[in-house]
């Protein structure tokens, strides 16, 4: 099952930032976050995942609670191709158990 | 440096015939990590492999499906005897020490 929880869907404006959800209350200590999307369905394209500092990179950011309990995901101008399932996924970085446990995610629609 | 890539893209087979389906990860990357998308679903993970050796294949059905990663060429996810409830997304997933996964576009497996 998976360890995190996220809202089903949610919209936006194009041209505006879209602050994605995520719950992780369970994560371990030696676990990151990571997110996912899959746009209608491709395969699903990594997007960005962090310990426990804020991380930024081309595509967007995230945002990691201090008690890590939770984080939130930043797109900061969503463009219509934005328009995705958005997975966020708690994992240890290596080793035998580093499978992908997905959920449901969250439906983000960015309207015109 | 190219992404991971699958063939075929789509497979169409009858009850009872072989499916096999190939993943050539990205180059530099020896972890390879198969996961299965039944419609209206989500992802699930199957089979995760090094060269030549499996990992965790907690997620693969007992019975008719195997996956090899041998020294030289791509992964092969194997079904035999393929039935109906077979019809799926299959994506491979690659990744250089079982860190980041970046998938490929995926084989769409229907069985007639």
């Known amino acids: 099952d998976a360890k995190t929880t996220q809202p089903p869907s949610m919209d936006c404006a194009e041209g505006r930032a879209a602050n994605l959800p995520c719950n992780h209350s369970?994560?371990?200590?030696?676990?990151?976050v990571y997110w996912y999307r899959q746009i209608h369905s491709q395969g699903p394209q990594y997007i960005i995942h962090?310990?426990?500092n804020n991380e930024t990179n081309e595509m967007a950011s995230l945002i990691i609670t201090e008690d890590r309990k939770s984080s939130t995901l930043i797109l900061p101008h969503a463009t219509l191709r934005d328009t995705a399932v958005y997975y966020c996924?708690?994992?240890?970085?290596?080793?035998?158990?580093?499978?992908?446990?997905f959920g449901k995610g969250i439906t983000l629609s960015v309207r015109p | 440096n190219a992404g991971v890539m699958q063939n075929p893209r789509h497979l169409v087979r009858r009850r009872g015939q072989e499916a096999r389906l190939r993943c050539s990860p990205m180059?530099?990357?020896?972890?390879v990590y198969w996961y299965r998308q039944l419609p209206e679903e989500g992802l699930k993970f199957m089979v995760y492999?090094?060269?030549?050796?499996?990992?965790?294949e907690s997620g693969m059905p007992k019975e008719r499906f195997s996956a090899e990663f041998p020294k030289e060429g791509p992964s092969i996810l194997r079904i035999q005897q393929v039935v109906r409830g077979d019809s799926a997304a299959y994506f491979c997933?690659?990744?250089?020490?079982?860190?980041?996964?970046?998938f490929g576009p995926g084989t769409r497996l229907l069985v007639l």
């Open positions: 369970t994560i371990s200590g030696n676990e990151y």
């Open positions: 180059k530099g990357h020896s972890h």
């Open positions: 962090g310990l426990k």
């Open positions: 996924i708690v994992r240890p970085d290596t080793g035998a158990n580093s499978k992908l446990t």
């Open positions: 492999l090094q060269k030549e050796n499996i990992i965790d």
């Open positions: 997933a690659s990744s250089p020490k079982a860190e980041t996964q970046y």
